[in-house]
């Protein structure tokens, strides 16, 4: 099975996913269409991008030129169907909400030259949701697949690529060759609630915090457990006040609900926690408290 060549890249949403991702688009060579619905944030994504390439200049791990170079192929758009001309893939990177999803992939099929729809590929960066559902609707269910990167995008070297019921094998071999190009491990999932990923992560998370919950520790002694114990880089509750915490509810949410198994119900302590506006670095209060 062949795979398709990539030229350019259309990346929708510019947040804190989507500014990582056209940051290693542009900086591996490929032209990046990025598009944002707010225009203040596309101006905070170029900003962030130039600040974590000057960074890496300073590391000396790219040069000076390579800075200008990778910022000079990125263009910036609030219109989707001008984002989206001439791209072989375009790469969805709004809220993790289904509904503003399939609204974004339904506008997407509307706007583009119908002459490229059944050559595009359609990737996610979804965490949670399941991607037959977002292809469900689509024309060409066989190019929609998952492309869950991992935050902070520069740094982290995983993409699990997530193949949905209709998902084709040259969407696949496509999207597995773009994720080493990219100088990232492509790794092979199925779609099932939480993925690998997330289907690990959290329950091990909502485990910590019931830990916290019961009175079996403090919390840094919890994480100092799994940081000395477990050779984890970060413990469980510093990285869920990292992930967010109503991010963290959302998934188990989704957890407990595909599987419809006790097992993933959120601690109450994380669902007291969300609802008190406590959700981690973003707002400064969450397990620990930092400043925003
Ligand atoms: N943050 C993480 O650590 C992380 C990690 C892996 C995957 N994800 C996934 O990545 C996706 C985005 O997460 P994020 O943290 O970057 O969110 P974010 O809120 O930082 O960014 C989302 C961006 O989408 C824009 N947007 C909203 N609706 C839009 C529309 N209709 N058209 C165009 N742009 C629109 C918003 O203006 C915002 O800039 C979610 O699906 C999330 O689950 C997040």
Redesign the pocket.
Known sequence: MHNQHINSIAI???????NGIAHVCALSGFPVRL????IE?LKIARQMIEKNLKRMAQKQRITPDQVHSTLARIQSYTD?KQAIVDVDIIVE????QIS?KK??WNEIEQEIDPKRLKQTIFAT???SISISALAQELIFPENMIGM????PVPVMSLVEIILGEKTSEKTFKTVERLTSNLGKTPIRVHDFPGFVSNRILMPMINEAIYALYEGVAEKEAIDQVMTLGMAHPMGPLRLADF?GLDVCLNIMKVLHKGFQDDKYSPCPLLIEMVDEGHLGNKTGHGFYTYTV
């Open positions: 929708i949403g510019a947040g804190t996913m989507g598009m944002d619905r707010s944030q989707i990177v709004v809220p993790e503003v609204a974004v960066n979804t965490s869950h990167f991992f935050n992930i």
